[in-house]
């Protein structure tokens, strides 16, 4: 599946169950590790879970499984895809890691052409 693909389910997921600070980062040019993460907080540790367990949900129906999972009990969700990788934290969570500021080189991807407007359930 394509990274855009990819981007697009993640990220609407995430903005449909009401994540906090959507930003999706562009930093293959800054690591071997991945070419995009996309971060999102939660309201709290149940609400990272639901977020987590969303977009695992809706990626999963689209054909995708992800490699690895990581923090199903913590304040931080990992959801690695490979190319894309999730970051679901609770507010604290977000704040002590500081991805944004760790990874404030990368390129913000606009968020405006990925999501679509809000729908109910």
């Known amino acids: 599946m394509e990274n855009a693909k990819i981007i697009d389910i993640a990220a609407n997921s995430l903005n449909v169950k009401k994540a906090r600070d959507l930003k999706v980062l562009r930093v293959e040019d800054l690591t071997v590790l991945t070419e995009y993460f996309i971060i999102a907080t939660a309201t709290?540790?149940?609400?990272?879970?639901?977020?987590a367990d969303e977009v695992e949900e809706k990626l999963r129906s689209a054909g995708l499984s992800p490699h690895h999972i990581e923090g199903k009990t913590t304040g931080w969700i990992i959801l690695d895809y490979s190319s894309v990788i999730v970051h679901i934290f609770?507010?604290?969570s977000r704040e002590?890691?500081?991805l944004d500021k760790i990874w404030s080189d990368a390129?913000?991807?606009?968020?405006?052409?990925i999501l679509k407007e809000e729908q109910g359930d």
């Open 107 to 113: 390129e913000e991807v606009g968020l405006d052409t």
């Open 90 to 92: 609770t507010p604290d």
């Open 44 to 51: 709290s540790s149940t609400h990272v879970r639901s977020l």
């Open 96 to 98: 002590f890691y500081n």
